[in-house]
């Protein structure tokens, strides 16, 4: 089955082409192949069901307590049941798909996506059969954008085969399952474009299998499914001017979500491992005067104070090249994969500091709270130090070339550089008194600060040395 794919070019290549006996021959290889997609799709389909979900909605009118001239758009939706003044409620109806992950006494766990079902006063699931039950929401998780349903029933339902989506290779076959634009049990057929996709479009947290499989609305939740009829990834959203399928759909791959599974059932909610460092994808030549050359790994622009990092001994400007043993590629993966530890846990890390320097901490990793992206204030130093390169020297009119130093960039509010008064633009030369000519010089010499620091800073001509902060 791994050459399957250029086994059915050639068999039509054959039929085209060939003899009455060397047709038949490779009539019976396409055959096979044609067998393999009916046996996948009689094994999955009765896994996978319909999503039906209502969603209670405000809306404000503009008109105050006058009637609303637009109550028509609403239809049957509109309701006015508790709502006050200018305030109305309508409710609004969606489709997406999901597959049986779990089955537990009369419980079934469906697995679909949140942007499905995440905010939904009512859901309903139908199966293979045209058969309907009303369902509940068990957990749901925005970040990685899945949720778990669940519905009840006496009846013996197959429960979906999950795969392992770290063996996943590009160019292997895969089929698509869901109710694209609501037309329930449909399947589509292609093959895995590309794994890994991690853009800024799309969420840090996961790292996306990208298919050529037909994929349209009503397929978010539905499962991507290898030839050995194994789940390998959750269908979740599509790259298209359109709107419709043209060959750029995206899993999550189903490995990134199997734990998601128990924590859900457990807490109702997915706990992420938290770090607390503020991440930062960095240019070659930022890496260059960081000194750590083309060297993989993710630098820690900033560092939460009392987080876990902190509390280790991780400081801002340390590139961190290793987790637990295994190489970073990127901050999108680091990422992830300090999400997926659990708190409590010890992970090692392994940093370079001043470009050259080696260190490894031990990290007591913490959970991740809700609100830390509003606590910026608490991020040390609070700003992001980059390279005073020519071409900044000449936006800034820097003219003076003994002027050397980083330059202050995303001074964050409430935090110790917007103590300091540090704005963006300014050239720090010197720390604790120590002068410094690039990015490396600059954090080794922050990073030897202990109980305060102070700055030299350049601005408008002129040399001032800023206020003492203790910490």
């Given at each position: 089955?791994?050459?399957?794919?250029?086994?059915?070019?050639?068999?039509?290549?054959?039929?085209?082409?060939?003899?009455?006996?060397?047709?038949?021959?490779?009539?019976?290889i396409?055959?096979?192949?044609?067998?393999?997609?009916?046996?996948?799709?009689?094994?999955?389909?009765?896994?996978?069901?319909?999503?039906?979900?209502?969603?209670?909605?405000?809306?404000?009118?503009?008109?105050?307590?006058?009637?609303?001239?637009?109550?028509?758009?609403?239809?049957?939706?509109?309701?006015?049941?508790?709502?006050?003044?200018?305030?109305?409620?309508?409710?609004?109806?969606?489709?997406?798909?999901?597959?049986?992950?779990?089955?537990?006494?009369?419980?079934?766990?469906?697995?679909?996506?949140?942007?499905?079902?995440?905010?939904?006063t009512?859901?309903?699931?139908?199966?293979?059969d045209?058969?309907?039950?009303?369902?509940?929401?068990?957990?749901?998780?925005?970040?990685?954008?899945?949720?778990?349903?669940?519905?009840?029933?006496?009846?013996?339902?197959?429960?979906a085969?999950?795969?392992?989506?770290?063996?996943?290779?590009?160019?292997?076959?895969?089929?698509a399952?869901?109710?694209?634009?609501?037309?329930?049990?449909?399947?589509?057929?292609?093959?895995?474009?590309?794994?890994?996709?991690?853009?800024?479009?799309?969420?840090?947290?996961s790292?996306?299998?990208?298919?050529?499989?037909?994929?349209?609305?009503?397929n978010?939740g539905?499962?991507?499914?290898?030839?050995?009829?194994?789940?390998i990834?959750?269908?979740?959203?599509?790259?298209?001017?359109?709107?419709?399928?043209?060959?750029?759909?995206?899993?999550?791959?189903?490995?990134?979500?199997?734990?998601?599974?128990?924590?859900?059932?457990?807490?109702?909610?997915?706990?992420?491992?938290?770090?607390?460092?503020?991440?930062?994808?960095?240019?070659?030549?930022?890496?260059?005067?960081?000194?750590?050359?083309?060297?993989?790994?993710?630098?820690?622009?900033?560092?939460?104070?009392?987080?876990?990092?902190?509390?280790?001994?991780?400081?801002?400007?340390?590139?961190?090249?290793?987790?637990?043993?295994?190489?970073?590629?990127?901050?999108?993966?680091?990422?992830?994969?300090?999400?997926?530890?659990?708190?409590?846990?010890?992970?090692?890390?392994?940093?370079?500091?001043?470009?050259?320097?080696?260190?490894?901490?031990?990290?007591?990793?913490?959970?991740?709270?809700?609100?830390?992206?509003?606590?910026?204030?608490?991020?040390?130093p609070g700003?992001?130090?980059?390279?005073?390169?020519?071409?900044?020297?000449?936006?800034?009119?820097?003219?003076?070339?003994?002027?050397?130093?980083?330059?202050?960039?995303?001074?964050?509010?409430?935090?110790?550089?917007?103590?300091?008064?540090?704005?963006?633009?300014?050239?720090?030369?010197?720390?604790?008194?120590?002068?410094?000519?690039?990015?490396?010089?600059?954090?080794?010499?922050?990073?030897?600060?202990?109980?305060?620091?102070?700055?030299?800073?350049?601005?408008?001509?002129?040399?001032?040395?800023?206020?003492t902060?203790?910490?």
């Open positions: 089955m791994k050459n399957i794919k250029k086994i059915f070019v050639l068999a039509m290549l054959a039929l085209m082409v060939g003899t009455t006996a060397f047709a038949q021959s490779a009539l019976s396409v055959e096979a192949l044609q067998t393999t997609f009916r046996s996948v799709s009689d094994t999955v389909l009765p896994s996978v069901v319909e999503v039906d979900i209502t969603q209670t909605k405000t809306y404000t009118n503009p008109l105050g307590n006058m009637t609303n001239p637009f109550e028509w758009f609403f239809g049957n939706g509109g309701s006015s049941d508790g709502s006050s003044g200018n305030t109305r409620e309508y409710q609004t109806s969606g489709l997406g798909s999901g597959v049986i992950v779990r089955k537990t006494g009369n419980t079934y766990y469906v697995l679909t996506n949140n942007h499905v079902a995440g905010d939904a009512k859901i309903s699931v139908k199966l293979y045209d058969r309907t039950f009303e369902a509940k929401l068990v957990g749901t998780d925005d970040r990685i954008d899945i949720a778990l349903i669940s519905f009840e029933t006496k009846d013996n339902l197959p429960v085969k999950l795969g392992d989506s770290d063996k996943v290779k590009v160019g292997d076959i895969c089929l399952f869901g109710a694209p634009l609501g037309y329930s049990q449909s399947v589509t057929q292609g093959i895995v474009s590309a794994t890994g996709r991690s853009e800024s479009s799309m969420s840090s947290i790292d996306y299998i990208q298919t050529d499989a037909a994929i349209n609305q009503g978010s539905g499962p991507l499914v290898n030839i050995y009829g194994e789940v990834g959750i269908n979740t959203w599509i790259a298209s001017s359109s709107g419709g399928s043209v060959g750029l759909g995206f899993a999550i791959p189903i490995n990134n979500v199997k734990n998601a599974i128990d924590a859900f059932i457990k807490d109702g909610k997915i706990t992420y491992g938290w770090l607390g460092v503020s991440l930062l994808e960095v240019t070659d030549e930022f890496k260059q005067e960081l000194g750590v050359g083309k060297q993989s790994g993710a630098f820690a622009a900033e560092v939460f104070m009392d987080s876990p990092a902190y509390k280790a001994g991780i400081k801002p400007g340390d590139y961190i090249v290793a987790l637990n043993g295994k190489t970073v590629s990127n901050v999108n993966q680091l990422v992830r994969d300090v999400g997926y530890l659990e708190a409590g846990t010890t992970a090692t890390f392994k940093v370079l500091r001043g470009g050259t320097k080696t260190y490894e901490f031990k990290v007591k990793i913490e959970a991740r709270a809700k609100d830390v992206d509003s606590q910026n204030n608490k991020l040390w700003f992001i130090a980059t390279p005073l390169t020519d071409d900044v020297r000449t936006q800034l009119k820097i003219d003076n070339k003994k002027v050397n130093g980083v330059v202050v960039a995303s001074v964050e509010s409430k935090s110790p550089a917007a103590s300091l008064r540090l704005q963006e633009g300014d050239v720090i030369t010197a720390v604790n008194g120590k002068a410094v000519k690039n990015l490396a010089e600059f954090y080794q010499e922050l990073a030897n600060a202990t109980k305060s620091i102070n700055f030299d800073v350049y601005s408008n001509g002129g040399t001032v040395t800023t206020g902060y203790k910490f």
